[in-house]
């Protein structure tokens, strides 16, 4: 099974990723923790992501399509083990680029999980995380910025997976805990795909 989490910066991609981990053993791929742990080795990666990461603005697309292919294609037990994309596909290109990727490996994208909230809510997670996190995009104006590359850009995708029967809404306002219950709910009856 290959998994879209999806949802504004701040949701709670990351948070819910790790609880789909443990109860579906599924492949990690955060495209943001792959793009910081390349800023903080200093790789040429690295430094072209820290120039927009930093401003709040996406990788462009050619790029980030690059790298998620590249890294799809070196790791074969990626693939036999299914997947949770979280902070990729951004863009309706990146949507459109990993259907096909991976159907050139026999598969697709089985379930969205859209984490719907409130935007005063993201704000305040994310300035709350931003007192430790040490994230460059963790301060108000880069999270006012994000937020509005996320609608402009990111939004779109909603009706582009409502459109191929894969979104699933989830209000990501509440517990960690109770919103986990409502997505495994949401995806039980696909836990059989593959
Ligand atoms: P990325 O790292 O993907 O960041 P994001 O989408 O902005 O989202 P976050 O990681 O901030 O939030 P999240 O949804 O994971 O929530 P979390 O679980 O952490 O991307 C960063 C940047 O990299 C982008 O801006 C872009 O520049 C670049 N990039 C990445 N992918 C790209 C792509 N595909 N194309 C182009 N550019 C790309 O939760 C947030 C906080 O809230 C945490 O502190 C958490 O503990 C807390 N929390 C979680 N759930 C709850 C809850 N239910 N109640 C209370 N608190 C909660
Ligand atoms: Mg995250």
């Not at 596909?89 to 598969?107: D, F, H, N, S, V």
């Not at 809404?169 to 836990?191: E, M, Q, W």
């Amino acid at each position: 099974m290959n998994i879209v989490i999806f949802g504004a910066p701040g949701s709670g991609k990351g948070t819910q990723s790790e609880r789909l981990i443990d109860q579906y053993g599924l492949h990690h791929i955060s495209t943001g923790e792959l793009l910081r742990d390349h800023i903080s080795r200093g790789t040429e990666l690295g430094k072209v992501a820290d120039r927009y990461i930093s401003k709040g603005l996406l990788i462009p697309d050619d790029l980030m399509i690059d790298v998620l292919s590249d890294l799809f294609e070196s790791k074969p037990e990626i693939r036999e083990k299914g997947v949770i994309f979280d902070g990729f596909p951004r863009t309706i290109p990146q949507a459109e680029a990993l259907a096909k990727m991976l159907e050139g490996y026999g598969t697709a994208v089985h379930a969205v999980v859209g984490l719907e909230v409130e935007e005063e809510e993201l704000v305040r997670r994310m300035l709350e995380r931003g007192k430790t996190s040490g994230r460059a995009d963790d301060n108000l104006e880069t999270i006012k910025k994000r937020l509005d590359v996320y609608h402009n850009q990111t939004s779109p995708l909603r009706d582009y997976y409502m459109a191929c029967g894969t979104y699933h809404a989830i209000n990501g306002n509440g517990t960690v805990d109770a919103i986990f219950g409502d997505i495994r709910a949401s995806l039980d009856p696909h836990k059989d795909k593959k």
